[in-house]
C-alpha cells in the first residue's frame, strides 16, 4: 500500500532495487530472482464456473484456482526493469498456441499476437494517474514461442501503434508452467508522449526512478488461445486511476 488503509483503493506492487541481477533465458528460478518483489493473487476473468474446469478444480468468486494462477516478480537497476511472467499451464503438458512468427504482428487473423496464447504488460510512466490515462501507455505483447510485440495505445491514437523498446524477452514452456522473462530498458519509457519536459521543466520520465515513483501497470496473461482462461491482476479498473506500481 501507499497509505493509510481507510486511503487505499487498489493494490500497489512495490519494486526493488536489484543487486543481484537475473540471467533473462527463460529458464526462471526463484534463487536467481531472489532480490525481487513477488504478486500473486490473480483473477480469472472466465472463472464463473467455466464447463471446461468443473468440476476438476475448486472455484472461489473470481479468484483464479491454484490450477490456472500467475506469479509476478519485478525488480529494477538503474538502467532496466526486471520482470517474470510464471504462469500455470492447465491441464498440465498441454499445447500451448502460438501461431505468431513475426515481431511485432499484433492483429492477424491467423499470426497476430492476440489470437495465440500470450502475456500482456501495460504501463503507463507517469505520477499523475489520471493525466497518464490521457497520454497513454506502453504494451508488450509475448507469446510462448518469444514473439513479441510492442504496443502503443492511447485515446487519441488507439490500438495498434508500434514502437520499439528493445527489451531483452525470452520464454521457456514447461510441462506445468510457462516462464516469460523481461528486461526492459528504463529509456525506453522517455518515448511518444512521455518524451520531453513537463510544465516545471523536468523531464516527464526521471531516471532512474526516484524512491516513490508511482506507475500505472496491468498483468494478463490468455491461455488457449486468450479464450479458455483468462488470469488478470486487476482486471476491473482496466480504464481507471486506481491500481499503482512503486
Known amino acids: 500500500s501507499d497509505g493509510p488503509v481507510s486511503q487505499l483503493d487498489g493494490p500497489v506492487f512495490r519494486i526493488p532495487l536489484m543487486r543481484k541481477r537475473p540471467a533473462i533465458d527463460g529458464k526462471f528460478s526463484v534463487e536467481e530472482w531472489e532480490d525481487s518483489s513477488a504478486l500473486t493473487g490473480f483473477w480469472s476473468s472466465n472463472c464463473r464456473e467455466p464447463e471446461t474446469l468443473r468440476p476438476r478444480i475448486p472455484y472461489y468468486e473470481h479468484l483464479a484456482p491454484q490450477q490456472i494462477q500467475s506469479w509476478i516478480y519485478g525488480g529494477y537497476d538503474k538502467e ?6 510464471v504462469v500455470a499451464v492447465y491441464p498440465k503438458n498441454a499445447w500451448l498456441k502460438a501461431l505468431g512468427r513475426f515481431p511485432e504482428v499484433y492483429g492477424h487473423p491467423l499470426y497476430g499476437l492476440m489470437r495465440d496464447d500470450h502475456i500482456e504488460l501495460e504501463v503507463r510512466p507517469y505520477h499523475d494517474l489520471g493525466r497518464a490515462y490521457q497520454m497513454g501507455m506502453f504494451k508488450w505483447f509475448v507469446n510462448p514461442i518469444g514473439t513479441v510485440a510492442d504496443q502503443w495505445w492511447s485515446p487519441r491514437e488507439g ?22 522473462e523481461m528486461k526492459i530498458p528504463l529509456k525506453s ?44 491482476f486487476d482486471q476491473h479498473v482496466w480504464n481507471t486511476t486506481k491500481t499503482k506500481k512503486k
Open 80 to 85: 532496466n526493469l526486471y520482470l517474470a511472467y
Open 159 to 180: 490500438l495498434g501503434r508500434s514502437w520499439q523498446s528493445g527489451a531483452a524477452i525470452q520464454t521457456d514452456v514447461g510441462p506445468g508452467r510457462w516462464a516469460v
Open 189 to 232: 519509457l522517455k518515448a511518444r508522449d512521455y518524451a520531453g519536459k513537463a510544465k516545471d521543466g523536468t523531464d516527464i520520465v526521471k531516471l532512474p526512478p526516484p524512491d516513490g515513483t508511482v506507475y500505472r501497470v496491468w498483468f494478463k496473461n490468455g491461455i488457449a488461445g486468450s479464450g479458455q482462461y483468462v488470469v488478470l
